[in-house]
């Protein structure tokens, strides 16, 4: 037997669609509509938007660093001095290398220098790194989002979108690399400045890395930093950089007794960290919203049980239970609130799916400059439309809607059909 009669639902929509002139309450419904609509897009949009950051924040630094980067404790040289350079990199890596899960361990050099065109510099980070390794990247690969040829890149340097512009440097230019810490002459150290073509031009998505990063060929940057026969780090990508944490002992123990280890989780876990709790956050603040629209379904069902108070004695006088008449005024609210719910979900989902054009909009109607990379990392909004929001907003909307109808539709089942009818 289905839970809702014929004769129930047919009086339930005479109730909705009736004008308020004829005792029906066709403002509040709509008013209940539009509110529970607007709230469940607000929550499913802000859901998506909060997932596609986090995507593509983890995507850029997952695409463009190491998942893991295996260290060196300091010791003391032969000279008495202390370092961290790893002098038997390529064993170490090759060890590494053999880790199940291990897709790559490729030994690094690191230094800060400037960089310089004509008349501009710009602070920079140089990552001395081999060809096939700067291959391994694929947010520094990706050939649409590059210019030149990375196949050039062991005659030459490769630099950062960012770096370019703010040098304002082509494919084809040359730029010097100007290092304090050069050569010790009998007058001190004179700086090192070295000259190389730009063969390569790359995005990596965060504006941090693209206006800040260059490689170098792997044995250049040694010879530029006076670090022949070591490295600084081994980078090392694994197949599933969420399990990153797993990897730490067997990295541990192939690296050896000296080594340390730091992953993409400890450079970027308070960020991470911090984004979830701000997820919980909004999720909380905008079910308060929906919660606030329901109860616009509570005013509006009142309204129309008072409303409709003869009726309902003329019902339960011809023989309605007081569970039908419950039933009738449910599926009044209930109503109100699946339509507004789905509607939510549409314009919630075609909000997610067409963030791009959307925002490009919004920010053609404010003059530019709504989005500051340098400030929020990226460069776009993105949005990443998943289920389980989508399910969360749906349940948590026709649930509540369900709920906050109940009340005054047992206010209308228990009515005294005597006391209705006495001034009739």
Request: aromatic share 10%.
């Given at each position: ?382 949005a990443k439309l998943q289920l389980a929001d989508v399910l969360s907003a749906v349940v948590l909307s026709l649930g509540l809607s369900f709920i906050v109808t109940i009340f005054p539709a047992r206010r209308a089942a228990r009515m005294n059909p005597v006391e209705a009818l006495r001034y009739e």
């Amino acid at each position: 037997m289905a839970a809702f009669s014929r004769f129930e639902w047919m009086i339930a929509w005479r109730y909705l669609r009736a004008r308020r002139a004829d005792g029906g309450v066709s403002v509040m419904t709509w008013i209940s509509l539009v509110g529970i609509t607007l709230a469940v897009f607000a929550l499913i949009a802000t859901l998506s938007v909060r997932a596609g950051f986090r995507a593509e924040f983890v995507d850029t630094i997952l695409g463009a660093n190491a998942h893991s980067t295996v260290y060196s404790s300091v010791y003391q040289t032969e000279t008495g001095q202390t370092s961290r350079a790893i002098t038997d990199f390529e064993e170490m890596a090759d060890r590494i290398a053999q880790i199940p899960g291990v897709i790559r361990a490729a030994p690094l050099v690191k230094g800060q220098v400037m960089a310089n065109l004509r008349s501009d510099n710009a602070g920079v980070e140089v990552f001395g790194i081999s060809l096939e390794d700067l291959k391994g990247l694929p947010r520094i690969a990706n050939p649409e989002t590059s210019a030149g040829d990375i196949d050039s890149f062991e005659s030459g340097i490769a630099i950062g979108s960012g770096v370019a512009r703010e040098l304002g440097a082509m494919v084809g230019d040359t730029i010097r690399i100007i290092s304090p810490n050069g050569v010790q002459t009998a007058f001190g150290t004179s700086p090192r400045i070295n000259a190389y073509e730009v063969v390569y031009v790359f995005s990596a998505g965060r504006y941090d890395i693209d206006r800040t990063r260059v490689y170098l060929p792997f044995a250049e940057a040694q010879s530029f930093f006076n670090k022949e026969g070591s490295a600084d780090e081994i980078e090392v990508m694994v197949e599933d950089p969420d399990e990153i944490d797993a990897y730490s002992l067997p990295l541990l123990q192939a690296a050896g007794d000296t080594a340390l280890i730091w992953t993409w989780r400890d450079s970027a876990g308070s960020f991470l960290r911090a984004l979830d709790v701000e997820d919980n956050v909004m999720f909380i603040i905008l079910s308060i919203l929906v919660l606030i629209a329901a109860m616009n379904i509570i005013s509006g069902l009142i309204m129309l049980v008072k409303n409709k108070g003869r009726d309902i004695g003329i019902l339960r006088t011809v023989g309605l239970t007081e569970g039908s008449i419950l039933r009738v005024f449910f599926l009044c609210g209930a109503s109100v609130g699946l339509v507004g719910t789905a509607a939510g979900v549409v314009l919630g989902c075609l909000f997610a799916i067409y963030i791009d054009p959307i925002f490009s909009f919004v920010n053609y109607i404010m003059g530019g400059g709504v989005w500051d990379p340098s400030i929020r990392g990226i460069y776009n909004l993105p949005a990443k439309l998943q289920l389980a929001d989508v399910l969360s907003a749906v349940v948590l909307s026709l649930g509540l809607s369900f709920i906050v109808t109940i009340f005054p539709a047992r206010r209308a089942a228990r009515m005294n059909p005597v006391e209705a009818l006495r001034y009739e």
